[in-house]
């Protein structure tokens, strides 16, 4: 019988509650915190550590049969994905920050500025939406 795969964060604000998740679900494994694939001993399944931007990627491609990841991600990545169930922890906000002495007051003051980001593809789709023209400057994250 194959094993089903489930990927989650190797390290990370969702890796210890999917961890402890799974747990909780009776899954009996060890040694996660030092391997990238562990094999659970009690239940047919490997749980793949990867860094959260890869989970939604190795789901749509087939090489994990789900993943815990936060809709940021999946939104970022674009990932053609169907979520099952929001499991209710790992919240996420983003929002636009502005200096204090700008003068900007209202969303459409945004257009002709520069943006900085490291989610290039949600903050166009939000521009998009306020049909706001803006320099989108991606920044690693």
């Not at 094999?39 to 749980?47: A, H, Q, R, S, Y």
């Not at 994990?64 to 990932?79: H, K």
Request: glycine share 8%; hydrophobic share 35%.
């Amino acid at each position: 019988m194959k094993n089903l795969k489930i990927a989650i964060q190797k390290s990370g604000r969702l890796n210890e509650k999917s961890v402890q998740l799974l747990k909780n679900c009776g899954l009996d494994f060890e040694n996660y915190k030092s391997s990238l694939i562990t094999t659970v001993g009690n239940f047919p399944l490997e749980i793949l550590f990867l860094r959260d931007d890869d989970i939604p990627g190795y789901v749509e491609q087939g090489i994990a049969d789900l993943g815990i990841v936060g809709e940021n991600i999946i939104d970022e990545t674009e990932s053609k994905v169907e979520y099952i169930k929001r499991l209710g922890f790992g919240k996420c906000t983003l929002k636009l920050a502005i200096p204090k002495d700008s003068s900007i007051t209202d969303i459409q003051d945004l257009n002709g500025k520069a943006i900085a980001t490291s989610y290039p593809n949600i903050l166009k789709n939000f521009l998009t939406e306020y049909k706001i023209d803006a320099d989108i400057r991606l920044i690693s994250g």
